[in-house]
Protein backbone atom coordinates (compact mmCIF):
# COMPACT_ATOMS: atom_id res chain seq x y z
CA UNK A 1 0.00 0.00 0.00
CA UNK A 2 1.46 3.28 -1.16
CA UNK A 3 1.35 6.29 1.25
CA UNK A 4 0.11 9.59 0.86
CA UNK A 5 2.34 12.46 0.70
CA UNK A 6 1.67 16.13 0.07
CA UNK A 7 4.22 19.49 -0.30
CA UNK A 8 2.42 22.75 0.45
CA UNK A 9 5.13 25.26 -0.03
CA UNK A 10 5.02 29.38 -0.46
CA UNK A 11 8.02 30.57 -1.17
CA UNK A 12 9.38 34.03 -2.35
CA UNK A 13 10.53 33.89 -6.53
CA UNK A 14 12.69 37.00 -7.28
CA UNK A 15 12.87 38.47 -11.03
CA UNK A 16 15.43 36.86 -13.48
CA UNK A 17 15.34 33.48 -11.55
CA UNK A 18 14.19 29.75 -11.55
CA UNK A 19 13.28 27.75 -8.26
CA UNK A 20 13.19 23.81 -8.89
CA UNK A 21 11.93 20.58 -6.41
CA UNK A 22 12.78 17.16 -6.86
CA UNK A 23 10.39 14.65 -5.60
CA UNK A 24 11.41 10.88 -5.23
CA UNK A 25 8.40 8.77 -6.78
CA UNK A 26 7.90 5.45 -7.55
CA UNK A 27 6.22 3.69 -10.75
CA UNK A 28 2.29 3.97 -11.22
CA UNK A 29 1.56 6.53 -8.59
CA UNK A 30 -0.83 9.18 -8.99
CA UNK A 31 0.45 12.89 -8.54
CA UNK A 32 -1.12 15.97 -8.70
CA UNK A 33 0.72 19.20 -9.07
CA UNK A 34 -1.42 22.14 -8.18
CA UNK A 35 0.01 26.30 -7.80
CA UNK A 36 -0.68 29.97 -7.67
CA UNK A 37 0.88 32.98 -7.97
CA UNK A 38 -0.22 34.89 -5.04
CA UNK A 39 1.51 38.43 -5.20
CA UNK A 40 3.97 40.00 -8.10
CA UNK A 41 3.47 41.10 -11.34
CA UNK A 42 0.65 40.28 -13.20
CA UNK A 43 0.55 37.18 -11.07
CA UNK A 44 1.99 35.06 -13.38
CA UNK A 45 4.90 32.43 -13.88
CA UNK A 46 5.94 29.57 -16.15
CA UNK A 47 5.82 25.96 -14.73
CA UNK A 48 7.45 22.74 -16.10
CA UNK A 49 7.35 19.12 -14.79
CA UNK A 50 9.83 16.42 -16.03
CA UNK A 51 10.43 12.66 -15.83
CA UNK A 52 13.48 11.32 -14.14
CA UNK A 53 14.85 11.09 -17.91
CA UNK A 54 14.48 14.68 -18.70
CA UNK A 55 10.83 13.90 -20.74
CA UNK A 56 9.15 17.12 -19.82
CA UNK A 57 5.22 15.71 -18.47
CA UNK A 58 4.06 19.94 -18.36
CA UNK A 59 4.93 22.73 -19.62
CA UNK A 60 2.99 26.15 -19.15
CA UNK A 61 4.09 29.48 -19.40
CA UNK A 62 2.63 32.54 -17.55
CA UNK A 63 0.50 31.33 -16.14
CA UNK A 64 -1.46 32.55 -12.49
CA UNK A 65 -2.85 29.32 -11.52
CA UNK A 66 -3.17 25.46 -13.07
CA UNK A 67 -3.57 22.40 -11.42
CA UNK A 68 -1.74 18.73 -13.26
CA UNK A 69 -2.42 15.44 -12.14
CA UNK A 70 -0.08 12.32 -13.29
CA UNK A 71 0.36 8.88 -13.03
CA UNK A 72 4.39 8.39 -12.93
CA UNK A 73 5.58 6.16 -15.61
CA UNK A 74 8.49 4.97 -13.82
CA UNK A 75 10.86 4.99 -10.74
CA UNK A 76 12.46 8.10 -10.06
CA UNK A 77 13.45 11.51 -9.49
CA UNK A 78 10.63 13.96 -11.08
CA UNK A 79 11.80 17.56 -11.04
CA UNK A 80 8.96 21.06 -11.09
CA UNK A 81 10.76 24.18 -11.75
CA UNK A 82 8.84 27.53 -11.34
CA UNK A 83 10.43 30.34 -13.30
CA UNK A 84 10.11 33.85 -13.58
CA UNK A 85 13.47 34.46 -15.57
CA UNK A 86 11.16 36.58 -18.58
CA UNK A 87 10.00 39.25 -15.24
CA UNK A 88 13.43 42.14 -15.03
CA UNK A 89 12.20 43.62 -11.64
CA UNK A 90 9.22 42.09 -10.23
CA UNK A 91 9.29 39.17 -7.79
CA UNK A 92 6.67 37.00 -7.08
CA UNK A 93 5.24 34.99 -4.17
CA UNK A 94 4.21 31.15 -5.31
CA UNK A 95 1.97 28.95 -3.61
CA UNK A 96 2.48 25.07 -4.52
CA UNK A 97 0.73 21.95 -3.59
CA UNK A 98 2.01 18.58 -4.71
CA UNK A 99 0.60 15.93 -3.75
CA UNK A 100 2.04 12.01 -4.29
CA UNK A 101 -0.06 9.12 -3.72
CA UNK A 102 -3.77 8.59 -2.69
CA UNK A 103 -5.42 8.70 0.55
CA UNK A 104 -5.22 5.34 2.47
CA UNK A 105 -8.68 4.00 3.21
CA UNK A 106 -9.64 5.52 6.67
CA UNK A 107 -10.38 1.85 7.45
CA UNK A 108 -8.12 -0.77 6.58
CA UNK A 109 -10.49 -3.40 5.65
CA UNK A 110 -13.03 -0.62 3.66
CA UNK A 111 -11.80 -2.91 0.74
CA UNK A 112 -13.70 -5.95 2.23
CA UNK A 113 -16.36 -7.99 0.90
CA UNK A 114 -19.59 -7.30 3.43
CA UNK A 115 -20.74 -3.37 3.27
CA UNK A 116 -19.69 -1.19 5.66
CA UNK A 117 -21.36 -0.32 8.96
CA UNK A 118 -23.90 2.75 9.44
CA UNK A 119 -21.04 4.56 11.70
CA UNK A 120 -18.21 3.42 9.35
CA UNK A 121 -19.92 5.43 6.49
CA UNK A 122 -20.72 8.14 8.63
CA UNK A 123 -17.05 8.39 9.31
CA UNK A 124 -15.77 8.20 6.00
CA UNK A 125 -18.41 10.99 4.94
CA UNK A 126 -17.30 13.16 7.12
CA UNK A 127 -13.25 12.10 6.40
CA UNK A 128 -14.61 13.12 3.00
CA UNK A 129 -16.01 16.71 3.48
CA UNK A 130 -13.37 17.38 6.18
CA UNK A 131 -10.66 17.06 3.69
CA UNK A 132 -12.81 19.12 1.00
CA UNK A 133 -13.60 21.77 3.64
CA UNK A 134 -9.46 21.53 4.30
CA UNK A 135 -8.90 22.40 0.32
CA UNK A 136 -11.70 25.19 0.39
CA UNK A 137 -9.84 26.81 3.35
CA UNK A 138 -6.57 26.43 1.33
CA UNK A 139 -8.01 28.06 -1.40
CA UNK A 140 -9.63 31.38 0.22
CA UNK A 141 -6.57 31.78 2.54
CA UNK A 142 -4.62 32.06 -1.05
CA UNK A 143 -7.22 34.48 -2.31
CA UNK A 144 -7.52 36.30 0.58
CA UNK A 145 -3.78 36.60 0.34
CA UNK A 146 -3.48 37.98 -2.89
CA UNK A 147 -6.30 40.40 -2.63
CA UNK A 148 -4.77 41.79 0.50
CA UNK A 149 -1.11 42.29 -1.67
CA UNK A 150 -3.64 44.23 -4.37
CA UNK A 151 -5.14 45.93 -1.41
CA UNK A 152 -2.11 46.76 -0.25
CA UNK A 153 -0.43 48.22 -3.34
CA UNK A 154 -3.35 49.75 -4.35
CA UNK A 155 -2.87 52.16 -0.67
CA UNK A 156 0.74 52.62 -1.82
CA UNK A 157 -0.39 53.82 -5.02
CA UNK A 158 -2.98 56.25 -3.69
CA UNK A 159 -1.11 57.71 -1.04
CA UNK A 160 2.13 58.54 -3.60
CA UNK A 161 -0.90 59.65 -6.27
CA UNK A 162 -2.37 61.69 -2.97
CA UNK A 163 1.33 63.61 -2.12
CA UNK A 164 1.94 64.42 -5.96
CA UNK A 165 -1.31 66.11 -6.03
CA UNK A 166 -0.80 67.48 -2.75
CA UNK A 167 2.56 69.29 -4.09
CA UNK A 168 1.03 69.88 -7.02
CA UNK A 169 -1.86 72.11 -5.73
CA UNK A 170 0.57 73.96 -3.25
CA UNK A 171 2.74 74.96 -6.38
CA UNK A 172 -0.03 76.48 -8.51
CA UNK A 173 -0.89 78.05 -5.29
CA UNK A 174 1.96 79.81 -4.82
CA UNK A 175 2.53 80.77 -8.53
CA UNK A 176 -1.37 82.16 -8.53
CA UNK A 177 -0.31 84.30 -5.39
CA UNK A 178 3.02 86.08 -6.98
CA UNK A 179 0.73 86.09 -10.23
CA UNK A 180 -1.60 88.33 -8.38
CA UNK A 181 0.79 90.03 -6.58
CA UNK A 182 2.16 90.86 -10.33
CA UNK A 183 -1.06 92.29 -11.52
CA UNK A 184 -1.80 94.14 -8.04
CA UNK A 185 1.81 95.91 -7.64
CA UNK A 186 2.04 99.23 -8.32
CA UNK A 187 5.20 100.02 -10.31
CA UNK A 188 6.72 103.34 -10.04
CA UNK A 189 8.94 104.61 -13.13
CA UNK A 190 11.19 107.65 -12.43
CA UNK A 191 12.23 110.15 -15.14
CA UNK A 192 14.68 112.20 -15.09
CA UNK A 193 15.21 115.22 -16.94
CA UNK A 194 18.41 116.01 -18.66
CA UNK A 195 19.91 119.50 -19.26
CA UNK A 196 17.58 122.08 -19.27
Not at 69 to 94: D, I, M
Not at 144 to 160: H, M
Request: with cysteine.
Amino acid sequence: ACVARASEITFELPDNAKQCFYEEIAQGTKCTLEFQVITGGHYDVDCRLEDPDGIVLYKEMKKQYDSFTFTASRNGTYKFCFSNEFSTFTHKTVYFDFQVGEDPPLFPSENRVTALTQMESACVSIHEALKSVIDYQTHFRLREAQGRSRAEDLNTRVAYWSIGEAIILLVVSIGQVFLLKSFFSDKRTTTTRVGS
